[in-house]
């Protein structure tokens, strides 16, 4: 597990996923999704939208990154 560092007090997902380098847009984020590859804190996720903070688990097939603040 890797950390990921952000300057705010939330992320959206989509983003995160191409902060991280697990997508390289928002096109391929949301294919992610759609195709049951991301879970955020072990729950499915399919929205691009959704909120993530520090703390948060997101998992990616093999991948796994941890949200944490700068």
Known sequence: MR????KDDMIRLG???KLAGLADDGT??????DADEVA??????H???RQ????????VGPEEI???SR
């Open 40 to 45: 955020v804190n072990g729950e499915p996720e």
């Open 28 to 33: 391929h984020a949301k294919n992610l999704l």
């Open 3 to 6: 950390d990921i560092e952000i």
């Open 66 to 68: 941890r949200v944490a």
């Open 15 to 17: 983003q995160l996923l």
């Open 52 to 59: 993530v903070h520090p703390g948060d688990i997101v998992t």
């Open 47 to 49: 929205r691009r939208g």
